[in-house]
């Protein structure tokens, strides 16, 4: 699942999505969320009823889910996965990359058990490129 920034899903997401494409291996969809203006808790809430829905409705061979937030994206997966609930034979991975320390507003609790959260907080390349140049390395090692 990718989760983009406040302002959207914007072409610095062009050269992940080419990349996903040819992996013949993974699914992938795009959540679409109105960004942080009216009220960050509202949308963590949203994406965490989403999360645990593709969670519970996961096939008995799916093992994993795997999360890619971008800026503003990757601070609302963050703290939706830490209310999932996962069963054994899953786990969930967010990628966080270039998270604003800034809208990190709430005291984040425990990460469940079969959460992680791998974070990129800049590839030294531009807040935009970040997210390609983080998620590349990701990606590599799957």
């Not at 942080?36 to 093992?63: K, T």
């Not at 889910?65 to 786990?91: C, F, K, N, W």
């Not at 507003?105 to 807040?127: C, M, N, Q, S, T």
């Amino acid at each position: 699942m990718l989760v983009h920034g406040a302002f959207g899903f914007g072409p610095e997401w062009d050269p992940l999505v080419a990349r996903l494409r040819t992996r013949t291996d993974l699914d992938f969809i795009v959540y679409e969320w109105r960004g942080p203006w009216s009220g960050l808790s509202r949308r963590v809430d949203e994406l965490a009823a989403v999360l645990q829905a593709q969670v519970d409705a996961a096939g008995p061979h799916q093992e994993s889910l795997i999360v890619i937030g971008h800026s503003a994206g990757a601070v609302i997966a963050d703290y939706a996965a830490r209310r999932l609930r996962v069963p054994a034979r899953m786990h969930v991975q967010i990628v966080s990359i270039a998270a604003p320390p800034y809208l990190k507003v709430f005291a984040a609790p425990p990460l469940p058990p079969r959460v992680r959260v791998k974070e990129y907080i800049d590839a030294g390349v531009g807040h935009d490129r970040s997210l390609d140049v983080a998620a590349a390395r990701f990606l590599g090692y799957l």
